[in-house]
């Protein structure tokens, strides 16, 4: 079984993306949530607090509304 640390992100030749499972943080509120599902170049996020299902672009860069975070130490990962 792949832990969810060695599945975090996918990197491929045109960048690296949010996949299924990925814990994440929206910028801007610092809500934190689950990639529910990714389909499209998008990612459906779960809210952690309200369930809340919202959409964001699938790519991971510096102009995503979401960032990554490591479940160990609860912190973002600035690297992929």
């Known amino acids: 079984m792949v832990g969810k640390a060695e599945r975090a992100m ?3 030749g045109e960048g690296t ?3 299924e499972g990925d814990h994440v ?3 801007r509120t610092q ?3 689950r990639v529910h599902a990714a389909d499209g ?3 459906y996020v779960l809210m952690d607090e309200t369930d809340e299902t ?3 672009s699938a ?3 510096e102009d995503a509304y979401i960032e990554l975070v490591t479940e160990a130490a609860g912190t973002i990962s ?3």
């Open 31 to 33: 809500e934190i949530g």
């Open 54 to 56: 919202k959409l964001f």
């Open 17 to 19: 993306y949010f996949q």
């Open 10 to 12: 996918e990197t491929n």
């Open 41 to 43: 170049g998008v990612v």
């Open 25 to 27: 943080r929206i910028k």
């Open 59 to 61: 790519r991971a860069d």
């Open 78 to 80: 600035q690297e992929p």
